[in-house]
């Protein structure tokens, strides 16, 4: 992977050296990964307890990414936020979809018809400058009497240092666990996933940025982008993070969900109709997120993108 060169606009901000050394260690029911004694990301495998009281215990899950940060240590994500428990740092369900006639909600997870489990750890490693882990969930059918495991799903994730910055490369394949396919009809949301730092609900503090040139939530809606930033301040620094989508990925360039209320942004292709899973094939989607203090000037987003396309 080439560096990824930053502008004026993030030229002051903190940014980790070649020197500091990337870790992956399992710590419990997760994955953290640091460098040197930064951290930088936290995977939530086996779900952990509940952080609130009044989060019903429907809502237990693990098989996401529970925090990322900055260089400068500020955090960019939410977990379980008030206003949507079911929402988290990343994470990668379907929400509308058809399995053999029945139609579990796997992103939804307060309707109790489908959900997504952990399964296990394959790898947990670091190698040459990078780290990173793979880790397999399941997509549980719970309409079925007894429930019935409807998808399998792998995820390997990449943490490297680039420009100063911690660099997430997110691959998901996913395949059929049935000889029956997974039917996804057209809707709005629903794959994957990011829930931006609860400072960002202030829509006077939640900013965005789009390889459309689209700098207004509600614009952002829909448009189908090669890469997107959401950020804003968190404890008066501006951060963010920039979400390329892969030339490769299905319905590339994809359309997006953001939503105008709260800082979340979904890449969703089966907004452009209906989509399925087939028996025999493997859906593979790959993401990269580019982490940040400071905002990013849009050719360096298109420069991180190009560089992207030909990984």
């Known amino acids: 992977m080439k560096s990824l060169t930053l502008l004026t606009s993030l030229a002051c901000a903190s940014t980790l050296t070649a020197a500091d050394t990337l870790t992956a260690k399992r710590e419990g029911s997760q994955v953290v990964i640091r460098t040197g004694e930064k951290e930088i990301l936290r995977y939530q495998a086996e779900p952990g307890p509940l952080p609130r009281p009044e989060i019903p215990k429907k809502f237990e899950r693990g098989g996401y990414i529970q925090s990322i940060h900055t260089p400068s240590g500020q955090l960019v994500t939410d977990d379980f936020p008030a206003d949507h428990?079911?929402?988290?740092?990343?994470?990668?369900?379907?929400?509308?979809?058809?399995?053999?006639?029945?139609h579990p909600d796997f992103w939804n997870m307060g309707a109790e018809t489908g959900k997504v489990e952990f399964v296990a750890l394959d790898d947990v490693w670091q190698k040459d400058g990078k780290a990173g882990f793979t880790a397999r969930h399941q997509f549980v059918d719970m309409t079925a009497k007894p429930?019935?495991?409807?998808?399998?799903?792998?995820?390997?994730?990449?943490?490297?240092?680039?420009?100063?910055?911690?660099?997430?490369?997110?691959?998901?394949?996913?395949?059929?666990?049935?000889?029956?396919?997974?039917?996804?009809?057209?809707?709005?949301?629903?794959?994957?996933?990011?829930?931006?730092?609860?400072?960002?609900?202030?829509?006077?503090?939640?900013?965005?940025?789009?390889?459309?040139?689209?700098?207004?939530?509600?614009?952002?809606?829909?448009?189908?982008?090669?890469?997107?930033?959401?950020?804003?301040?968190?404890?008066?620094?501006?951060?963010?993070?920039?979400?390329?989508?892969?030339?490769?990925?299905?319905?590339?360039?994809?359309?997006?969900?953001?939503?105008p209320d709260q800082p979340f942004f979904c890449y969703a292709p089966q907004q452009m109709g209906g989509m399925e899973i087939k028996p025999g094939e493997k859906h593979i989607s790959r993401y990269r997120l580019v982490i940040a203090d400071g905002r990013p000037d849009a050719k360096d987003a298109e420069k991180w993108w190009k560089e992207y396309a030909k990984d």
């Open 147 to 259: 429930s019935k495991v409807a998808l399998a799903d792998t995820w390997r994730i990449t943490v490297s240092l680039s420009g100063g910055n911690p660099v997430i490369d997110f691959t998901s394949t996913q395949t059929c666990a049935t000889g029956s396919p997974l039917k996804l009809p057209e809707y709005h949301y629903g794959g994957f996933g990011f829930r931006g730092n609860k400072a960002w609900i202030d829509k006077k503090n939640c900013e965005v940025l789009s390889s459309t040139g689209i700098s207004d939530r509600q614009k952002l809606n829909s448009s189908r982008e090669k890469w997107c930033w959401i950020g804003g301040k968190v404890d008066d620094k501006t951060c963010g993070v920039t979400i390329l989508c892969h030339p490769e990925n299905f319905r590339f360039p994809q359309p997006v969900r953001m939503n």
């Open 85 to 102: 428990f079911h929402h988290h740092g990343v994470w990668n369900p379907w929400t509308k979809t058809e399995f053999e006639g029945r």
